[in-house]
């Protein structure tokens, strides 16, 4: 008993010093549980994707001159390999495919794919022997297609993108690379203002030439088709006819081609054929999301069915991809210019061209400030304009409306100013017969008229004239916004013809019995 009595006192006297010390320690806080870090973004072939060449002399910065031939085709390969390519803009979602090229010959470049934070997800050295002085771009670009499907875990059906070059002859390629940089490098002046250009009409011999030699060549016969419509002078009908014809012969051979659907849309649009233009520039762009001729296009188209809104985010892709492109740039203003609350045009947009400057002229006359429309024209006219003081003076004083009408009329007849000035200079004066004359007189010879300027909301006194009616019921715009929506002046401008659908339909069906 001793023992145990022993025992039991041992362990309780040890148990009280315990409970003793641990009442003397300081209280300890639980260490708080940190949230686990979230898993880094993975590359899958879904997600977007940008290219990016390093130039050989400094590999933190990309080329945007020397090897935008490369750019362009390995945009072109990856959208034909059904990758979603974003666009040149700065996308903070996107992955970036760099190519890494060597600054001296040499026998190996490197693809790298960086995630959207900057880390570099995987990478892969590739053979590059073409590179050696003497061997052809086809080979350089070739060399580094062949491995993308696997580096990249695309899905597509075809596991070797090489051959989407559309040829294997390098001189033929040479040729449409040559050609290709004159139509779509970032200088080039796009498609829906087309320049008088003797570059650009050897351009497109060249381009015959080579799909007589190579008529199986679709991407050169797509090429040619949108270079017969960047080609400014008076035979636009006749190269209107021909450039559908060089894209359809395209798409016999090759029904994914962006640019031949995009040069069928560029020519239905300076027919004024709306419907089937949005179907094929829609198309383009479901082949080819950066599709430079595309996005120009359905931008135009927009602002002239009265869809400036729509227009506006389309006009900025194209001039990401294009900066110089006129077309682009006239689109875009128009769109900043028409957008409800739209702030005014900033540096960035030049307005240093005619097309562009004319419209900006004309937004800044009907608000009444004629000194800014003054500084604009100076700015982008010839000193000898003998229209733009006559203009100018009327803007201030409408006793001489007349003597400006006459010389606005006097140099588009010289060749001074196009019919489209010709038409915003009588709106910029507010004389709505005048306007709709031209318009009437540009329609009965098949030529495009601005229609871009009765959207405008300075333009409103244009919108309430009986003219406003007929112009819109002869063209046929009813049947588009049917399609495809009302134009989006009706927000603000319900009672304007064409708000209701159904009205504007039955017109245009009774007009045309």
């Known amino acids: 008993m001793n023992r145990w009595r022993s025992a039991v006192l041992t362990i309780l006297a040890l148990t009280a010093g315990w409970l003793v010390l641990r009442s003397c ?187 007589r030699k190579q008529p199986q060549f679709a991407r050169a016969q797509s090429l040619l088709a949108i270079a017969y419509l960047g080609l400014g002078g008076d035979d636009q009908e006749s190269l209107t006819r021909i450039a559908d014809s060089a894209a359809k012969r395209a798409l016999e051979l090759d029904d994914s081609l962006a640019d031949a659907h995009a040069a069928m849309g560029l020519a239905r649009l300076r027919r004024g054929e709306w419907i089937a233009a949005r179907e094929r520039f829609n198309a383009a762009l479901g082949l080819d999301s950066n599709d430079i001729p595309a996005l120009e296009g359905l931008a135009c188209l927009l602002t002239e069915v009265g869809q400036p809104a729509a227009a506006l985010p389309i006009a900025e892709r194209a001039l990401a991809m294009q900066p110089g492109n006129l077309g682009a740039s006239e689109c875009f203003a128009y769109a900043r210019i028409a957008t409800a609350g739209a702030q005014p045009l900033d540096d960035s947009t030049s307005i240093k061209d005619l097309p562009v400057a004319r419209l900006v002229a004309l937004s800044a006359l009907l608000s009444g400030d004629i000194a800014h429309a003054e500084q604009v024209l100076n700015a982008a ?15 201030g004083d409408k006793k001489a409306t007349p003597e400006a009408l006459r010389a606005i009329t006097r140099a588009a007849g010289d060749g001074q100013i196009d019919a489209a000035t010709e038409v915003m200079c009588g709106a910029a004066l507010r004389q709505p017969d005048f306007v709709f004359n031209r318009m009437s007189r540009l329609e009965q010879q098949n030529e495009a008229m601005p229609l871009r300027l009765l959207w405008l909301p300075q333009t409103d006194f244009l919108r309430k004239q009986r003219r406003f009616e007929q112009l819109i019921t002869s063209v046929d715009l009813g049947s588009y916004w049917q399609e495809y929506g009302r134009p989006e002046i009706c927000e603000q401008e319900p009672k304007t013809y064409g708000c209701s659908l159904r009205a504007a339909a039955a017109k245009a069906a009774t007009t045309s019995k």
């Not at 050989?56 to 072109?76: C, G, H, I, M």
């Not at 006219?381 to 006559?390: F, H, L, R, S």
């Open 381 to 395: 006219t010839a000193p000898d304009a003998e229209w733009v003081k006559p203009l100018l003076r009327a803007a």
């Open 25 to 211: 320690m300081p209280a300890q806080t639980p260490v708080s549980q940190q949230p686990p870090m979230p898993p880094r973004e993975v590359f899958h072939a879904s997600k977007p994707l940008r290219v990016e060449i390093a130039d050989p002399s400094d590999a933190n910065r990309p080329d945007t001159d020397r090897n935008e031939w490369l750019e362009r085709e390995l945009r072109f390969v990856l959208s034909q390999g059904k990758m979603r390519v974003a666009t040149l803009a700065t996308d903070s979602k996107a992955f970036v495919l760099r190519i890494e090229l060597p600054q001296s010959p040499s026998t190996t470049g490197k693809l790298i794919l960086l995630a959207p934070d900057g880390a570099a997800e995987r990478h892969l050295v590739v053979p590059l022997a073409s590179n050696m002085p003497g061997n052809t771009r086809l080979a350089i670009v070739q060399s580094l297609t062949r491995p993308l499907p696997t580096f990249l875990g695309a899905t597509t059906a075809s596991s070797d993108w090489s051959g989407f070059f559309g040829t294997s002859d390098a001189d033929a390629y040479e040729g449409y690379l040559l050609a290709s940089g004159a139509l779509l490098n970032r200088h080039a002046r796009g498609f829906t203002q087309p320049p008088r250009s003797r570059e650009l009409a050897r351009n497109i011999e060249r381009l015959e030439a080579l799909t």
